[in-house]
Structures are given as structure tokens and as C-alpha cells.
């Protein structure tokens, strides 16, 4: 565990560019899901009229 810990602070950019990627598309998921109504919180109208899937 300590070699990963040396290799981490050795170069760091491969695994923060991993784990933005990681949090992008989570991210790009939900706001997906959002567009079509399907997600728990959204501001957009569903293409029926709903309110989204989340509403207040």
C-alpha cells in the first residue's frame, strides 16, 4: 500500500484525471436524467408536462 501511496505522490495526475472523469460523468448521468424526467431533482419539464420527476 505504501508503494501506490510513493507512485501516487510521485506523479498525481493520472488518478485526479480519473477521478474527475469519474465525478463528470456521474454528473452528466444525473443531468441526463434529469432532461428526461427520470431523476429525483430536476428543474425541466418532462415532454407531457410533468414536473420533472422531482418538483418541490
Known amino acids: 500500500m505504501q508503494e501506490l501511496f ?3 505522490r510521485a506523479d498525481p495526475w ?8 469519474v465525478v463528470l ?3 452528466a448521468e444525473n443531468f441526463g436524467r ?3 424526467g ?3 431533482v430536476s428543474d425541466f419539464p418532462d ?8 418538483g418541490d
Open 6 to 8: 510513493d507512485i501516487i
Open 25 to 27: 460523468m456521474i454528473l
Open 47 to 54: 415532454s407531457d408536462g410533468g414536473d420533472g420527476g422531482g
Open 14 to 21: 493520472p488518478f485526479g484525471a480519473g477521478l474527475f472523469v
Open 38 to 40: 427520470h431523476g429525483a
Open 34 to 36: 434529469g432532461i428526461q
